[in-house]
């Protein structure tokens, strides 16, 4: 199971780090994702980390701002989000892959077998 955390409300150019704690799987053994999906849209890429110290991908909207990182002793992967902007506010969920292999389809949903429950980013302006 993957619990997503640390969504809340935060002003313009502010910052949040949302957190996904693994259980029941070693997180080692998976790449790893942050997606979001805003109201009425469809659910997008955010950020992979295909294992500890391994390649990274950004999203282009916001490369740059965010970061993902992960701690595999502790199963949690992170997502640190700076200069927060209001086309931001969305439900972020983590979500894991067996292939830890990067091709073009890492930005596809149904590359990701686990998902968690997400959490909700709301950024005013």
Not at 42 to 51: G, I, K, Y
Not at 58 to 64: H, I, R, W
Not at 86 to 96: G, L
């Amino acid at each position: 199971q993957l619990q997503a955390s640390g969504g809340g409300l935060v002003q313009a150019g502010g910052s949040l780090r949302l957190s996904c704690a693994a259980s029941g799987r070693t997180l080692s053994t998976f790449a790893m994702a942050w997606f979001r999906q805003a109201s009425g849209k469809e659910r997008e890429f955010v950020a992979r980390s295909s294992w500890s110290d391994g390649p990274t991908f950004y999203a282009d909207s916001v490369k740059g701002r965010f970061t993902i990182s992960r701690d595999d002793a502790k199963n949690t992967l992170y997502l640190q989000m700076n200069s927060l902007k209001p086309e931001d506010t969305a439900v972020y969920y983590c979500a894991a892959d067996p292939r830890m292999y990067n091709s073009g389809s890492v930005v596809r949903p149904d590359r990701y077998d686990y998902w968690g429950q997400g959490t909700l980013v709301t950024v005013s302006s």
